[in-house]
């Protein structure tokens, strides 16, 4: 079988092995967790083997089945305890089953293609992610050794690297292989519980299974497949329309005029990358806020195997669990929760795990799954014992839990973050704003209108209660205010100064707190209502989140290596994007369905413009995939080390022979490198810890320069001086095994002091 085969099946049997428990745990659901089953089973195994790890239990494969023979045992034990009610369900809805298996194939086919023409690990941040996925493979025990500063563990949520590396570990493919597929299983995964969830939502609402598997499809394309605007940019520049005073407009580097010799796609050197540099306020030529908005079909096209990438299917797990609590009629309590630990058990590992898989995600997801719980809370509240205390103490439980099961990471993990300023500067244009929201905002914010016009019909809003609305929609703001104020005063800015600022902030916030206040009203609305509308209810706390969590950098930023909001708006921003495609796919149903637009006019014109808005964005995949591949030419490989195999057959032998002969985790030492460059190649692909590489991420990664210092200088020391004894004991001081001498290392130290080595060193291999 050929490996994407493997991991295929790998995936399908993990999934069937874990859906006994989904189905006991989404109970709620329409689909009882299928979609979300896959990712679950990864999410368990993974997580006993990361636990077994700190009892000294390496990840060996052995390890690795029996933990997955304890999720067969869990199971097969929950399937024989629900084995007329789960007969019952897979002989209703085998059809809905197989469709949702045929989206998650579908996906991984082709993201699979896509790494089979793209395979090489090099550019951009692959190295360093491949470098983490490899220190997990190499390391005895966790935290992983960090590849690129021996002595120290990685300093980086790295959950997502363990997890990928067990199955690379359990299907027995190499690393450089097992990079490529888990890029085409993290969007298979992602596919796969989107359509679980708005299969869920369109079911729930009166949708027939037809309608539901269409729209949960929908979901997936609206997820993974769709862009921003910046697409259909690229296209009429590509196609030369457009005056340059309507790209002086526009404002977007690389789109300062029409291209001067017309064609259906840009021709440009990787123009797709322009497209997560959207939001920018350009003066001169030169970015006065400079920021980055990645979307989920860019991070899987670009490759790098980021934590914010990896967190996604994981993320829905805990969507699917705020979905399933809000449907139910048992509230969030201590004492409920105490009644069914394996309810407390899974909120608690899914909810903790958004923590250890991309630390921004922690508070997104939690804020669903608290919002989903109180919301909850206030539809039972005319039932005896449910309290605000009650639900309270449920969450401060949940959430605890959270934090004690991953403990042992937080006792290990160094955060470069020191504090929230507020921002200063040019916030996003709201044009950059439409621009990269696109489709999603024309959705999402159709929802929130239609709803909260169907309230204020029902019954309009006096002043009084509109302005709680607005002050919770404009709280942040609030906060902004004093702060800004404040630290304005310390810089001795001038009175006109500060209140010149509040005021362009309040113009700038004001579109994005009005769709919240708008969220929020039909929220209130439709609680009071006492219609049973929890989907309406759901999608509707999804979209109105998700819109509030772009408010979020346009006011705060976490204060950082960079300095500026760049990083809190490349994370906000996704998992933004995330809510925003869940409850957008609703969006669509609920406004094409019986409650949509009544008025014929209404609905041609709505659906006339979201057609267009869906074409507009999905220009941008259809023309970027055969970009990036090089229109699927060369051979197909999913080797993500076969460039240099054929740029630099030396080194990839010699990478070879370390993988399969050097045990444990040996301290080597090779040439130091700045970031972004083929420096710490060995160190990467093997997982074998060197003295330093890519110093700038490290610096990024602990927040200080200590643990770096004197190490770049020892490594020159150590190969430039002809001195033996002087190179031997700096080896011993920092515990070097290995030491690697290939082109890098002869073009920074010179020939010099190289033969040395032959004097006090053994020479276990030799190529060129």
Wanted: charge should be positive; hydrophobic fraction near 50%; proline fraction near 5%.
């Amino acid at each position: 079988m050929t490996p994407l085969a493997v991991w295929w099946l790998t995936a399908l049997l993990l999934g069937l092995a874990a859906f006994p428990l989904t189905f006991a745990l989404f109970g709620r659901l329409h689909d009882r967790g299928y979609g979300l089953s896959k990712a679950l089973a990864l999410l368990l195994v993974g997580y006993a083997v990361w636990l077994l790890s700190y009892s000294g239990v390496p990840m060996l494969r052995l390890t690795i089945v029996l933990m997955v023979g304890v999720l067969v045992a869990a199971g097969g034990y929950a399937a024989y305890r629900q084995r007329r009610e789960l007969r019952a369900f897979l002989k209703a809805e085998w059809p809905s089953l197989l469709a949702m298996e045929g989206v998650f194939l579908l996906t991984f086919a082709l993201w699979g293609a896509v790494r089979l023409y793209d395979p090489h690990i090099s550019g951009t941040e692959k190295p360093m992610d491949f470098g983490f996925m490899n220190a997990a493979l190499r390391s005895e025990r966790f935290p992983p050794q960090d590849m690129w500063l021996s002595g120290f563990s990685i300093s980086y949520y790295y959950f997502g690297y363990v997890i990928m590396a067990m199955v690379t570990r359990l299907t027995d493919v190499p690393s450089a292989e097992g990079y490529n597929l888990a890029l085409a299983l993290i969007p298979a995964l992602v596919a796969s519980g989107t359509c679980g969830i708005v299969f869920s939502l369109v079911r729930g609402s009166g949708g027939s299974r037809r309608r539901a598997i269409a729209f949960g499809a929908l979901g997936v394309v609206l997820f993974l497949l769709i862009s921003n605007l910046a697409g259909a940019l690229e296209f009429m520049r590509a196609r030369g329309l457009g005056a340059v005073e309507f790209w002086r407009w526009i404002g977007i580097k690389g789109l300062e005029g029409p291209a001067s010799d017309p064609s259906w796609a840009p021709r440009d050197f990787w123009w797709w990358w322009r497209s997560t540099r959207l939001i920018d306020t350009v003066a001169s030529g030169q970015s006065l806020d400079y920021t980055i908005t990645e979307f989920p079909f860019f991070s899987f096209l670009l490759g790098d195997m980021h934590p914010h990438v990896m967190a996604l299917p994981f993320g829905l797990i805990v969507v699917g669990l705020a979905l399933n609590l809000l449907r139910g009629d048992t509230p969030l309590s201590v004492d409920g929760l105490a009644r069914r630990p394996f309810v407390l058990l899974a909120m608690c590992l899914a909810i903790g795990a958004m923590g250890f898989l991309n630390s921004w995600d922690l508070p997104a997801y939690g804020a669903v799954f608290a919002i989903a719980a109180l919301l909850h809370g206030h539809l039972l509240r005319d039932t005896p014992g449910v309290t605000p205390p009650r639900i309270i103490g449920g969450l401060a439980l949940v959430f605890l839990g959270a934090i004690v099961l991953y403990l042992p990471f937080y006792l290990h993990f160094n955060s470069q973050a020191s504090g929230i300023l507020p921002v200063r500067g040019p916030g996003t244009r709201l044009l950059h704003y439409m621009l990269f929201w696109g489709v999603l905002l024309f959705l999402g914010a159709s929802l929130l209108a239609r709803r909260a016009w169907e309230a204020w019909r029902e019954r309009p809003a006096p002043w009084r209660e509109l302005r709680l609305y607005l002050l919770a929609a404009f709280g942040l703001f609030l906060v902004w205010i004093p702060v800004e104020f404040v630290r304005s005063v310390l810089d001795s800015r001038t009175n006109e100064a500060i209140w010149g600022a509040i005021l362009s902030r309040f113009i700038n916030v004001l579109p994005m707190s009005l769709l919240v206040a708008a969220g929020i009203f039909a929220l209130v609305r439709l609680l009071a209502s006492r219609r049973e509308r929890r989907d309406d209810l759901f999608a509707l706390m999804l979209v109105t989140l998700g819109f509030g969590l772009t408010l979020v950098p346009e006011l705060f930023f976490l204060k950082d290596f960079f300095g500026s909001r760049m990083n809190t708006m490349f994370k906000v921003y996704y998992q933004a994007w995330a809510l925003l495609a869940v409850g957008s796919a609703y969006a669509l149903h609920a406004l094409t369905g019986p409650q949509g637009f009544r008025a014929p006019a209404a609905r041609y014109l709505w659906t006339g413009a979201g057609v267009l808005l869906l074409a507009a964005s999905l220009y941008y995949p259809v023309a970027a995939i055969p970009d990036k591949t090089r229109n699927f030419a060369g051979a197909p490989t999913l080797n993500g080390l076969a460039y240099v195999h054929d740029r630099q057959p030396a080194e990839y032998e010699a990478i070879v022979w370390l993988q399969s002969n050097v045990r444990n985790a040996p301290v080597i030492l090779e040439a130091v490198g700045n970031d972004y460059t083929e420096y710490g190649r060995i160190s990467g692909s093997t997982g074998l810890p060197t003295l330093l590489e890519w110093p700038g991420h490290e610096l990024q990664w602990r927040g200080s320069s200590g643990p770096l210092a004197g190490r770049r200088e020892a490594v020159e020391e150590i190969y430039k001086t002809e001195d033996s004894a002087q190179a031997r004991k700096l080896l011993a001081l920092y515990n070097v095994e290995y030491v690697y001498v290939g082109q890098r290392e002869r073009q920074t130290y010179g020939e010099a002091g190289l033969a040395k080595f032959g004097a006090f060193m053994d020479r276990v291999w030799e190529k060129d």
